[in-house]
């Protein structure tokens, strides 16, 4: 199987990844902090099943619609399904994504919003607001139990286990019918038409188009003991003998999951998700990817505005999100938050400043 890497291209010089960097032949990218160990797995099976083919016995899979809100659309345009995971100690970013996507376009997009049962109601009371309200969205229900005996968690790095960091691996579950999709994560702010990102031309068997994490060396982290974060020895535990026996180069440059263009019809014929799954459960039993990046990070402010604000796409994907404590370019992600009417998430700066006026 194969995927397509390095194009996501709105146009040259138009997409901005925070912190990661530029693909070699589609755009500049800012480079601000290495990688949160959230999604370091999601990345690392994307990797394997990347490079090989691995069938195994389909699983039972379900998929629970728990809300369906539209608004009356041009019927000749193309559904836009976008889906993005909405935690709910990350539930403001994800407003934030997709208040940008949705102000910033005028094609027919409707939203995948994946969540799990607890957080339903304060996602669907938030998405209630009056500047929301226009939102054409989907609140489906992630079934847990689908990862049972494929995850386990580590005292060291719980964060990495949160149920919804595999959610992206169910895409043909979570929109069914569909035959194309975009997933972002909640700490991206869409500035352009994501008509153009939709639009991404993926060959024959390409199941998924991904942005590739390659840059200068004066950008990149070196790992003591892994190498370069943004190969896959930043990724993959090459001490294990599964690992070697795939043949894959240390040094290849690995890609960003946090946003990507799936053909889903091609991912449901090379089993995907199976083949994912297969990864999960062999990852339990072995421990097949590093735990070298665990701790590192950066909040480095190396952009000018200017820069920031021509890109189209704004990734956080580091430590420092723009909700939190030290992140970079806050103000322009703040642009698209919309206060959350109950009161149960606040921007934890503006609680610390509020504490400090006291």
Known sequence: MSFRKGMFSFSPNSIAFIPRPKPRDVMQVPSLSVSIIIWVLAAVLFLLVLHHNFLSLSSVLR??????????????????????????????????????????????????????????????????????????YKIVNFDTKLLEGKVKED???????????????????????????????????????????????????????????????????IIRGAGNQYNYIGYLDYKKERIRKLSMKASTCSFNPGVFVANLTEWKRQNVTNQLEKWMKLNVEEGLYSRTLAGSSSAGKRYSPQFVKAAKLLHWNGHFKPWGRAASYVDVWEKWYVPDPTGKFSLIRRHMDASNIK
């Open 63 to 136: 998929n629970d619609v728990t809300d369906v809100h539209q608004h009356p659309v041009n019927g000749r345009q193309e559904e836009i399904p976008v889906v993005i995971a909405a935690s709910e100690d990350r539930l403001g970013g994800a407003i934030a994504a997709i208040n940008s996507v949705h102000r910033n376009t005028r094609s027919n997009v409707i939203f995948y919003i994946v969540t799990l049962n607890s957080t339903a109601d304060h996602l669907r009371s938030w998405l209630n607001s009056v500047s929301l309200k226009s939102i054409r």
């Open 155 to 221: 005292p060291d790095q719980g964060e990495s286990m949160k149920p919804l960091t595999f959610a992206r691996f169910y895409l043909p579950i979570l929109v069914p019918g569909v035959k194309k999709a975009i997933y972002i994560d909640d700490d991206v702010i869409v500035q352009g038409d994501i008509l153009a990102l939709y639009n991404t031309p993926l060959k024959p068997g390409h199941a998924a188009a991904f942005s590739e994490d390659c840059d200068s060396a004066s950008t990149k982290v």
